[in-house]
């Protein structure tokens, strides 16, 4: 997914709360790249800016499998 794509999944859910920004969606998507977790392409296009299409790799999906099953942190 794109990070445009992430933001407007995140806003039609009806059970994800969030309330932030595209650079927020950027900012993490490149810290999730920089630690391994997901990999990127660019794909070009003709008539609209290139696309950067984010999937997740296996570690980043031990991760996230770890992170579902911890205990939620305190606010």
């Not at 990070?3 to 993490?28: T, V």
């Not at 296996?58 to 770890?66: D, H, I, M, T």
């Amino acid at each position: 997914m794109t990070g445009y794509d992430l933001k407007k999944l995140i806003q039609e859910s009806s059970f994800l709360y969030w309330s932030g920004n595209n650079n927020q969606i950027y900012k993490a998507l490149v810290e999730l790249l920089n630690a391994g977790f997901v990999t990127n392409e660019v794909r070009h296009q003709d008539s609209s800016p290139s696309k950067k299409i984010y999937t997740i790799t296996s570690s980043g999906l031990a991760e996230l499998r770890k992170w579902v099953v911890a205990p939620p942190e305190p606010p």
